[in-house]
């Protein structure tokens, strides 16, 4: 650890869909956050942990800002504020393969009203235009600033994908951190529990091809996880049970799919990720349960830990 050691907390903001899971785990270095191209896949506020010489960054990966619909929507984008004003760093998130739109706009003058606290520009997706794109789009985030009255404390352009300034971010946040000591013990890359990383993993695999109606009123609660009695010690097993809510019968019927294929997917999926998690094989056992417009019902809601 040097003399000028620095730790603390760091979001990534931004519109739905804008790499924030994908950057958070480009920056751990291992999957900590699920990703999908389904706008709304981040839920839960999930803690990923970088260790510098220099630093540990705490990483906050938020759901994306919207325009809420039902009272889940507006819980998270409560949590989206409560966050970023708890944080010591912020970093908006802004797709290269999208102009700068009403969306982010209307974070940035959110995030406007932090007082004295530093703002990151983070230009995501690179990989995905050509230079001259990457060029427009630092000077539309440049544009952005003046027209919000606000002072970056850097721009960093980046791909999650190919790894590109990546690097260069994780430097420039823990720049931006006050100085302290080590708030998690070296080896540690991850604060969330187990219980809701393993959901997560079941609902990111759940999330893979469905519907445009299902990604919304698809919720993961796991009930168990229990390492097997009287297994050899060359031969481990953790029961892992978890149950799955939809909306409706007719939801649940799409999740489970023809004489149970479709869940059979999802089982398959999720269990290979979750063994890779947990480091040892897994006995998966998904119940699809409804509970009928969860997302608007305080009650479930609550039970469903939002």
């Given at each position: 650890m040097?003399?000028?050691?620095?730790?603390?907390?760091?979001?990534l903001?931004?519109?739905?869909n804008?790499?924030?899971?994908?950057?958070?785990?480009?920056m751990?270095?291992?999957?900590?956050?699920?990703?999908?191209d389904?706008?709304?896949?981040?839920?839960?506020?999930l803690?990923?942990?970088?260790?510098?010489?220099?630093?540990?960054?705490?990483?906050?990966?938020?759901?994306?800002?919207?325009?809420?619909?039902?009272?889940?929507?507006?819980?998270?984008?409560?949590?989206?504020?409560?966050?970023?004003?708890?944080?010591?760093?912020v970093?908006?998130c802004?797709?290269?393969?999208?102009?700068?739109?009403?969306?982010?706009?209307?974070?940035g003058?959110?995030l406007?009203?932090?007082r004295?606290?530093?703002?990151?520009?983070?230009?995501?997706?690179?990989?995905s235009?050509?230079?001259?794109t990457v060029?427009?789009?630092?000077?539309?985030?440049?544009?952005?600033?003046?027209?919000?009255?606000?002072?970056?404390?850097?721009?960093?352009?980046?791909?999650?994908?190919t790894?590109?300034?990546?690097?260069?971010?994780?430097?420039?946040?823990?720049?931006?951190?006050?100085?302290?000591?080590v708030?998690?013990?070296?080896?540690?890359?991850?604060?969330?529990?187990?219980?809701?990383?393993v959901?997560?993993?079941i609902?990111?695999?759940a999330?893979?091809?469905?519907?445009?109606?299902?990604?919304?009123?698809?919720?993961?609660?796991?009930?168990?996880?229990?390492?097997?009695?009287d297994?050899p010690v060359d031969?481990?097993?953790?029961?892992?049970?978890?149950?799955?809510f939809?909306?409706?019968?007719?939801q649940?019927?799409?999740?489970?799919?023809?004489?149970?294929?479709?869940?059979?997917?999802?089982?398959?999926?999720?269990?290979?990720?979750?063994?890779?998690?947990?480091?040892?094989?897994?006995?998966?056992?998904?119940r699809?349960?409804?509970?009928?417009?969860?997302?608007?019902?305080?009650?479930?809601?609550?039970?469903?830990?939002?």
């Amino acid at each position: 650890m040097t003399d000028d050691f620095r730790s603390g907390f760091a979001c990534l903001v931004g519109r739905p869909n804008a790499g924030k899971s994908t950057l958070t785990n480009a920056m751990v270095g291992r999957k900590v956050a699920i990703t999908s191209d389904r706008p709304q896949t981040t839920r839960r506020v999930l803690r990923g942990i970088v260790n510098r010489p220099e630093g540990q960054l705490i990483l906050v990966d938020t759901p994306g800002l919207h325009r809420p619909r039902t009272l889940l929507g507006e819980r998270l984008n409560d949590q989206v504020r409560e966050t970023w004003a708890s944080v010591d760093v912020v970093g908006l998130c802004i797709p290269a393969d999208q102009a700068v739109g009403p969306g982010d706009r209307f974070i940035g003058a959110e995030l406007a009203g932090l007082r004295r606290k530093p703002l990151v520009a983070v230009v995501t997706k690179t990989d995905s235009v050509d230079r001259a794109t990457v060029a427009e789009r630092l000077a539309e985030v440049g544009a952005l600033a003046g027209e919000l009255g606000i002072q970056w404390a850097s721009v960093v352009p980046v791909s999650a994908r190919t790894g590109s300034q990546v690097e260069v971010l994780v430097e420039q946040l823990i720049g931006q951190l006050p100085e302290g000591p080590v708030l998690f013990p070296e080896g540690v890359d991850e604060a969330a529990t187990t219980e809701i990383a393993v959901a997560e993993l079941i609902r990111e695999a759940a999330l893979e091809g469905v519907q445009d109606e299902l990604p919304h009123s698809i919720a993961v609660v796991v009930d168990e996880i229990e390492e097997r009695e009287d297994r050899p010690v060359d031969r481990p097993l953790t029961d892992v049970r978890a149950s799955l809510f939809v909306e409706r019968e007719t939801q649940k019927a799409i999740v489970i799919g023809k004489a149970g294929s479709r869940l059979k997917q999802v089982g398959t999926k999720a269990r290979k990720e979750i063994e890779a998690m947990l480091g040892t094989p897994v006995f998966l056992d998904i119940r699809v349960k409804v509970a009928k417009d969860w997302q608007k019902d305080p009650k479930q809601l609550r039970r469903l830990g939002f």
